[in-house]
């Protein structure tokens, strides 16, 4: 599908405001899908059910905080917001995999098995889009939700990567120098 009214660089916040698509509003919302794609790749890597039935919990997340970011706090729209409740879940699931990690004593490198390190490259790019989000709310009003979310997510993220690579019995490189 295609309606050519971006092909001068323009696109439409959730709304009607249009702004230029290197906007940092539009960084935000388009890192956080690039996120969700990344995760997509990781849920069709995972054959771990469990694994798989949270990650399509966190896309769906996903796509509130990506329509979220994409809608102006004073817009009309009446849009699903990141809640607070939405963080607190992702704590709890960060902390029940903890639980069942040995305590980390050094960094280390991103890796693992393929699930793994799929999980590694959504843990990053998940700070991206937080950093993003934090660049676009110097100019724009953002919901404040977002970025302990963002943040809780990488935790759950880097939680997850260690316990999937415990699962399949790949061994945790610490980094060295």
Not at 23 to 29: C, G, I, L, Q, S
């Amino acid at each position: 599908m295609y309606t050519r009214k971006g092909d001068g660089g323009e696109t439409s916040l959730f709304g009607s405001r249009r702004v230029m698509k290197d906007d940092p509003r539009v960084e935000a919302y388009g890192t956080i899908d690039e996120l969700n794609s990344v995760i997509g790749a990781v849920i069709a890597a995972s054959r771990n059910r469990r694994v798989v039935a949270q990650l399509k919990d966190v896309q769906r997340l996903l796509f509130v905080a990506g329509g979220d970011a994409a809608t102006e706090l004073s817009s009309p729209q009446k849009v699903p917001r990141i809640a607070d409740s939405d963080t607190l879940a992702l704590e709890k699931m960060a902390d029940d995999l903890a639980e069942k990690l040995p305590t980390l004593k050094s960094f280390i490198l991103p890796g693992g098995g393929q699930t793994g390190a799929l999980i590694h490259l959504a843990r990053s790019v998940c700070r991206r889009a937080e950093r993003r989000v934090v660049s676009a709310s110097r100019t724009e009003e953002l919901n404040p939700a977002l970025l302990p979310f963002l943040n809780r997510l990488s935790s759950y993220l880097f939680n997850l990567s260690r316990w999937v690579n415990k699962l399949e019995g790949k061994k945790e490189e610490v980094w060295t120098r």
